[in-house]
C-alpha cells in the first residue's frame, strides 16, 4: 500500500504520468466532460467528496506551474483557491474554461455541489 496521502491508483498513475505543462482539471459534480477526455469519476454523493479533499490530495504529489478558474467563482471560493500552491493563477470565463478542459489529460469529477468549483492545473517541474 502507498504511504502518501492520494491512495486512488488512477488518480495517482495520472499525476504520476504527467510531463511538463500537462493540464489536469478538477472539477464539481455538474461539470461537462468532453468528448474523448477521461473522466476519473469520484463522486459518491453530494458533497463526497469536497472538491478541496482531491485538490489538497492532488497538490500533496503534483507539482503545479499554473491554474486557472473561472471568474464567476464567489470571492470566497477564489480566495479558498489562492491559499493553495497552486502556481500562478489565472481567471477565464466560465465558457473559456470549458473550452480549455477539452485539452486536459482527464477530469477529475468530485461530488462538489458548490457552482464554479473547477480548477485547471498545468503541471511543472520539481526541478
Request: negative net charge; glycine residues 12%.
Amino acid at each position: 500500500m502507498k504511504r502518501g496521502k492520494l491512495l486512488h491508483a488512477e488518480l495517482s498513475g495520472l499525476i504520476a504520468s504527467m510531463g511538463h505543462g500537462d493540464l489536469i482539471v478538477l472539477g464539481d459534480a455538474g461539470l461537462p466532460v468532453p468528448p474523448g477526455v477521461p473522466c476519473i469519476d469520484l463522486a459518491v454523493t453530494a458533497g463526497v467528496p469536497g472538491l478541496f479533499d482531491v485538490l489538497d490530495a492532488v497538490l500533496s504529489e503534483l507539482v503545479v506551474e499554473r491554474s486557472a478558474i473561472a471568474g464567476e467563482a464567489s470571492s470566497g471560493l477564489g480566495s479558498a483557491f489562492r491559499a493553495r500552491e497552486i502556481g500562478d493563477l489565472r481567471t477565464v470565463t466560465h465558457d473559456e474554461f470549458k473550452r480549455i478542459s477539452r485539452e486536459a489529460r482527464a477530469i477529475v469529477r468530485t461530488g462538489e455541489f458548490t457552482p464554479y468549483a473547477n480548477i485547471c492545473l498545468w503541471s511543472g517541474v520539481a526541478f
